[in-house]
């Protein structure tokens, strides 16, 4: 490649385009504020925000994160100010910053997903993620992820009402993803993102108790990452509607293997609590493997391993 | 400056009591260290992943060093006890808020430090000697008689131990050696293990002293994003909207009224 050629990084799903398909997985990044001491967040493809529901949650007892082996579990409980706090706060916040904006959405109803979704609609977000998938809320949450014909009845619901694209978050806590990508792309959703953590659990045999006060969390970090790989490249070959692919990324060799795989974009996720700069790294790293091989756009090499 | 990813340099390291390591680093987050702060340490084995929030026990602001002590207590800390001099670490600091030393102006204050939790009451006793504190008496309890640190704390106040085996000082903790020696004081800054800091709670309040407490908890991201390490609070907190606050950011020093502990 020429030297000076210019790259094309910009991807586009349901109509939004994002410069680089490089994201952060909600949770882990706040609304960006944390980790704007470390990082450009103008630079980024999208932040994808903390779970925010209609009103605070106090989230789970401690501890609530154990490391593993080449990973690490949570049970945060989705802890959150209340959808007013952060459309006062948050949002407001993320103004300021040339990137876009992605709000993801817990709740125990359909009605306090409707709520959120509804309250959002003449905000500045490009688009919605609805998190049907979290392993540590115990009522609701992941009944709608883990059943095609909830999933497909609460997507619907959202649907209805959501003025932004909406993305479905699965979980890979499921026996077919495809099933449950397919549920969703019937229902009318315009992407999806996966995988959310997958349930484990930690014992401390030398306190005799459970890592996690409540006792299984969510598993996430680079030890997930061939889970997530396989679960995008099915779901890629079994729905049209594009993914945003997350699940133990490290580098920008771990995104391209996504991009690969089926996914439009990715996400980083709890290796922004290793190296705070991942997301930054990732995509000059995308970049420098685009001039290694000659690829002068990214889209060229979207699920292309078939 | 703000909070930084570095890498530093091992200036030395020793073994100062069972289990207990003292390592000198390089980095140029010693100028702004406080203490009561902390810094996380990455592990270069790549199984284990997580940062290891660990206190700054010491800081040398003209030749950029900073001395942490440690329990070797799995394996990231056991990754760090080999660390031989020269070697070159990833930290990510300062974190934390540190404690409030402008409390202690001209007052008699308690510095309580249990276990693993002495080593920030080094620094901290060491800068009350300019914050215009009246007194500084330091309660440090130990689990026998390797008095790690001792000596240094000695030059900086008057130093009271307590051993849970007896085998110095007053037999206890901390509590057992302020009895014992009729310590009073105006103002409490503590580090240590949950009961003693439930124990030191009860006392500040019982008697209305003052008190300021460093508490502990399981973190991941150490810079206040994933709300792993809350602790429960009196009041609503503004951040959180709930009555739970981030010990990695809001913290790790709360005021022990503010605290549900």
């Known amino acids: 490649m020429a030297e000076g050629t210019k790259l094309n990084t910009q991807v586009t799903i349901a109509g939004v385009t994002f410069k680089n398909p490089v994201m952060t997985a909600s949770g882990t990044f706040g609304s960006g504020m944390e980790y704007g001491e470390f990082v450009d967040l103008n630079k980024l493809g999208a932040i994808v925000t903390k779970g925010v529901a209609n009103v605070p949650w106090p989230g789970n007892p401690t501890p609530r994160v154990a490391e593993t082996y080449g990973g690490m579990l949570n049970a945060i409980g989705l802890q959150n100010p209340g959808i007013e706090v952060f459309i006062k706060r948050d949002l407001e916040f993320l103004k300021q910053f040339d990137t876009r904006v992605i709000v993801n959405i817990c709740g125990k109803s359909v009605e306090d997903y409707v709520e959120v979704v509804e309250r959002l609609s003449g905000e500045a977000v490009d688009m919605l993620e609805i ?34 694209p909406v993305i479905m978050k699965l979980s890979p806590n499921v026996t077919d993803i495809t099933e449950m990508a397919k549920a969703a792309e019937a229902a009318g959703a315009d992407a999806l993102s996966m995988i959310n953590t997958i349930t484990g659990m930690k014992i401390d045999i030398h306190k005799r108790t459970f890592a996690l006060a409540n006792k299984t969390g969510g598993m996430s970090g680079p030890a997930i990452k061939p889970v997530a790989v396989r679960m995008v490249y099915q779901a890629a070959n079994a729905v049209k509607i594009p993914i945003i692919g997350m699940g133990g990324i490290t580098n920008g060799e771990d995104a391209i293997e996504f991009l690969l795989a089926g996914a439009t974009a990715v996400s980083i996720g709890a290796m922004n609590f290793i190296n705070p700069y991942t997301t930054e790294e990732t995509i000059q790293e995308i970049e420098a493997y685009m001039r290694q091989y000659n690829i002068e756009d990214i889209n060229d090499i979207i699920g292309t391993i078939k | 400056m703000g909070k930084r990813k570095e890498r530093a340099v091992v200036l030395k390291q020793a073994r100062i009591a069972p289990d207990i390591y003292d390592m000198w680093i390089d980095t140029a987050l010693a100028v702004e260290a406080k203490p009561g702060q902390f810094i996380n340490i990455y592990p270069k084995d790549k199984s284990t992943l997580l940062p ?83 007194e500084v008496n330091i309660v440090a309890g130990y689990r026998n008689s390797d008095l790690f640190l001792s000596e240094d704390l000695k030059q900086y106040g008057r130093l009271f131990v307590a051993t849970e085996d007896g085998s110095a000082g007053s037999k206890g903790n901390v509590m057992n050696a302020i009895e014992e ?81």
Do not use: W
Not at chain 2, 71 to 78: F, I, L, Q
Not at chain 2, 101 to 121: D, S, T
Not at chain 2, 207 to 228: D, H, K, Q
Not at chain 2, 250 to 256: K, L, R, W
């Open chain 1, 131 to 164: 998190n049907v998938s979290c392993p540590n809320v115990k009522e609701g949450a992941i009944a709608f992820g883990q059943k095609a014909d909830a999933l497909y009845n609460i997507t619907k619901e959202i649907k209805k009402k959501a003025k932004q």
């Open chain 2, 52 to 134: 290891r929030p660990i206190s700054i026990c010491e800081v040398d602001r003209e030749k950029n060093r900073l001395r942490i002590v440690y329990r070797r207590a799995g394996k990231g800390t056991g990754e760090f006890s080999d660390y031989k001099e020269g070697e070159s670490i990833d930290i990510l600091g300062t974190l934390g808020n540190g404690f409030p030393l402008e409390k202690a102006k001209g007052k008699k204050c308690f510095l309580m430090g249990g276990g693993i939790g002495i080593p920030p009451i080094l620094q901290l006793a060491k800068e009350l000697q300019t914050a215009g504190s009246e």
């Open chain 2, 181 to 261: 020696n009729g310590l009073k004081g105006e103002v409490i800054f503590a580090c240590g293990p949950m009961p003693m800091l439930r124990a030191i709670k009860k006392f500040a309040e019982e008697n209305e002293i003052e008190a300021y407490i460093s508490l502990e908890e399981r973190m991941a991201c150490g810079v206040g994003a994933c709300l792993g390490c809350v602790c429960k609070t009196v009041h609503k907190d503004e951040h959180s909207q709930v009555n739970n606050a981030r010990i990695c950011t809001d913290g790790p020093v709360f005021d022990a009224k503010e605290v549900e502990i």
